[in-house]
């Protein structure tokens, strides 16, 4: 909120002042009705089964990876389902979560634990984000989902206090504006950690989650490799304060994965890296 002049009418203080709280109160009951739609879809997936949850709660266009990303409910849709729906189990909640100003745009994340009843396979530990969108009739659906194996159980208390997704006025941009964003974080380890928010996330496959600019930054400074996102899609909240890109990563020409980066424009007008869920190649 901008700090208003105190030689002005007394009146401005108050109309700002409550021009913030109706946001802040529109933001809060977006967020909870993200959050009761996560803990919904999770419900699903426990009642009847991990397939039907996913179809019923992705977009049309809605992105999963495996590990590149595709559109979830056309490739799951072509796919006879298992004889047992609950032959495979997927239990997760959400822990931190943000919207858009424009309340259409959010995300969470939170641990999650993948079992085979059949004991075919492992146990298996990991960490879910997932992008939402709401549509005008107020629904949510899954924009975008990745998850990581980590090589431990998350408690709640290790995810923190929920990012920051900052109330810029800054002017409306497009979404193709995420791809320099995506252009910018490539190159070495200086280069991701100049477009890092303050409490920007990195997710990586196998590893447990770190948070903060300068822990991030610490570890991809480890990797002296060169790295290239290739934005392959991208979506923004009309508000232009919330964004997210997939895409490949390319190391030098040789494949190296593929992401998954959430930003948060801030009040500069820049897009800063919330979260980066990296993922290994196939």
């Known amino acids: ?24 109160m529109a933001s ?31 977009a049309d266009d809605g992105i999963g990876f495996n590990p590149a990303p595709y559109r979830l409910r056309e490739a799951w849709s072509a796919r006879p389902p298992q004889a047992n729906p609950k032959q495979n189990t997927l239990d997760w909640h959400p822990v931190i979560s943000g919207v858009a100003r424009s309340g259409t745009l959010g995300f969470t994340a939170g641990p999650s634990l993948f079992v085979d009843t059949t004991g075919a396979l492992p146990p298996s530990n990991g960490v879910y984000f997932s992008v939402w969108r709401r549509g005008p009739d107020g629904v949510w659906k899954v924009a975008a989902d990745a998850g990581i194996e980590t090589p431990r159980a998350l408690t709640d208390a290790d995810f923190g206090a929920d990012p920051v997704v900052a109330s810029t006025t800054a002017t409306a ?54 790295l290239r996102f290739v934005t392959q899609g991208r979506e923004a909240a009309p508000t232009s304060d919330l964004g997210y890109t997939v895409g490949a990563i390319d190391a030098a020409g040789v494949p190296a994965g593929h992401y998954l980066h959430l930003w948060a424009r801030e009040g500069d007008g820049a897009w800063r890296l919330v979260v980066a869920v990296h993922l290994a190649p196939a």
């Open 1 to 24: 909120m901008p700090r208003p002049f105190a030689a002005k009418c007394a009146t401005i203080p108050l109309v700002v002042l409550a021009l913030t709280g109706c946001a802040t």
């Open 28 to 58: 809060d009951a977006s967020r909870r009705s993200l959050v009761d739609a996560e803990r919904a879809f999770a419900r699903m997936s426990a009642e009847r089964g991990i397939r039907p949850a996913f179809l019923a709660s992705f």
């Open 173 to 226: 941009i497009g979404a193709n504006s995420l791809d320099d964003a995506d252009a910018k974080a490539s190159g070495g380890a200086a280069a991701f950690a100049s477009a890092l928010a303050s409490d920007a996330r990195w997710h990586v496959d196998g590893r447990v989650p770190l948070v903060g600019r300068e822990r991030v930054a610490a570890a991809r400074a480890a990797d002296a490799r060169t």
